[in-house]
């Protein structure tokens, strides 16, 4: 049995099947009062606040579970609302829409998608955002209207398969978004994320690699600290956050040689899911999806189930963050020095294999990190938030301003994390905060690389437990400037 065949055996097992909500008015045929009252019912204009304003000149960092949230989640299925409150598609003139939706041969035919101005930028969308991208193309487009464009019938033609491709996927979507959400005890994904379920569908599938990577030790882990992360899966019945009945279930299924829930990750459908999201949580994504596979591939000698293969094919923005994080191996040793190999040919670092940089940043991740005997760090920590900006910082903007190879590659792997232009809605949503100039640091991935043989990652978060003694953490800027004596 397949991943679709399961989570549609999931859906209508454990979901209530409920009738789609009646389509809104038509925004070309309503007059200024109904657009009014649209506009105020659907607060257009107004984008609401899921994130704290950006700190540090970053918006989200780590493995902040975002995606584990309840009023983040709402809060961008209320913006997607909002957006679409006020969407009008500007049809062009029709030979020239013709000619965008049948391209000149040898080039790349539109996705469905694509052909109805849907997804990407503007966002989650649902049946009724299909029908109306379809009735305002279809009007301008159909074959009566241009009896002198010899394509004028394959382009109106390509609307209809359009929409009902789109209509099928909303559908799949729904399917697997239920299918993640039956691996925990909160199933409900609640009718606003439903409607339009990109962003919910993305969630689930971060929600599900958090919680693998949470329950496999990353880094130094001691047993305490693991027993606390396994705790955060075990919530009471109705926590919404983190709540499954079973840890070991959920990696039994994770790890199943069928590898039915890493074929959902094959799935266009949360491809198109993904290109709907906002840019950091689509960096984050890409993030733990690629740790997930180095955690196995670490585990089995460098082997990793063939569906991998199909997933990186899936996102293959993910080789982008697998060159820039080469870079980081290649800055944290000495130059032409090779460290020896230790278990399954796992590169060991040594203390002379340390570069300067590395080890000036060690001293200050070991300062800054709790012990980890009792407690971690949360992501949402600003003296770890400090130290994780100003680390990125002084590895990625040597790259800006050098010149050769390297650096020509890393400002295109900079890319994936560098932060979208803002709207005003969300300037003014941040409260007047300066723009960020970083969508999304993987802080994660950075302590855990300069930080080897003492730096630890669970669910819980962040701690350094080297040598198991505890100690008094220091503010970011007494660490610098401890480290400078």
């Known amino acids: 049995m397949g991943f679709r065949e399961w989570c549609f055996l999931k859906s209508k ?57 309840l009023e983040v989640r709402e809060a961008l299925a209320e913006a997607v609302e909002a957006h679409h409150g006020s969407f009008k598609i500007l049809v062009g003139d029709p030979a020239a829409e013709i000619a965008r939706i049948c391209p000149s041969e040898g080039s790349a035919p539109l996705k469905s998608g694509a052909v109805l101005r849907l997804g990407g930028a503007n966002g989650g969308f649902g049946e009724p955002d299909v029908a109306y991208a379809y009735r305002q193309l279809s009007r301008a487009l159909h ?13 109106f033609r390509r609307l209809k398969e359009a ?20 691996l925990f005890r909160v199933k ?39 027993q606390r992360a396994n705790a955060f899966l075990r919530l009471p019945e109705g926590t919404w956050a983190w709540s499954t009945a079973s840890t070991e279930a959920l990696l039994a299924q994770w790890r199943d040689e069928k590898g039915q829930l890493l074929e959902a990750f094959t799935e266009p459908v949360l491809r198109n899911a993904y290109d709907c999201a906002p840019k950091r949580y689509r960096a984050q994504f890409l993030c733990l999806l690629a740790r997930a596979a180095q955690l196995e591939s670490d585990a089995s000698d460098g082997c990793v189930r063939r569906t991998w293969s199909k997933v990186f094919e899936m996102f293959p923005e993910i080789q982008l963050w697998q060159e820039l994080r080469q870079l980081i191996l290649k800055k944290r040793q000495v130059h032409g020095r090779r460290p020896k190999r230790g278990a399954h040919g796992l590169v060991k670092m040594g203390e002379a294999d340390w570069s300067s940089w590395a080890k000036r940043w060690r001293k200050l991740i070991l300062a800054v990190l709790p012990s980890g005997e009792e407690e971690a760090a949360a992501w949402s920590d600003p003296e770890l938030r400090k130290l994780c900006a100003a680390l ?31 709207k005003s809605s969300d300037v003014e949503c941040q409260q007047g905060a300066a723009p960020a100039e970083w969508a999304f640091v993987p802080a994660s991935d950075l302590l855990l690389l300069l930080g080897e043989g003492f730096v630890g990652v669970t669910l819980e978060g962040v701690f350094a437990a080297g040598d198991g003694a505890r100690r008094a953490r220091l503010a970011f800027a007494s660490a610098i400037f401890r480290t400078m004596m």
């Open 13 to 69: 097992c454990l979901t209530p099947q409920v009738e789609a909500p009646p389509p809104p008015p038509a925004l070309d045929t309503c007059d200024d009062e109904e657009l009014e009252r649209l506009r105020c019912s659907h607060r257009v204009g107004w984008a609401p606040k899921e994130l704290p304003p950006p700190q540090d000149g970053v918006e989200a960092f780590g493995d902040d579970p975002w995606f584990a949230q």
């Open 143 to 155: 074959p009566d209207k241009n009896p002198d464009h010899p394509h004028a019938g394959e382009a």
């Open 163 to 182: 929409q009902d491709e789109l209509k099928q996927s909303l559908e799949q979507q729904r399917n697997v978004l239920r299918g993640f959400s039956a």
């Open 188 to 226: 409900d994904e609640g009718e606003l994320q439903m409607k339009r379920p990109q962003c919910a569908l993305l969630a689930e599938a971060s929600r599900l690699l958090g919680a693998v990577l949470a329950l496999t030790p990353q880094g130094f882990v001691p047993p305490g600290a693991l």
């Open 392 to 422: 990125w910082r002084d590895f990625a903007d040597p790259l800006e301003k050098e010149d050769g190879e390297d650096a020509a590659t890393a400002r295109r792997c900079l890319n994936l994390f560098r932060a979208e232009s803002r």
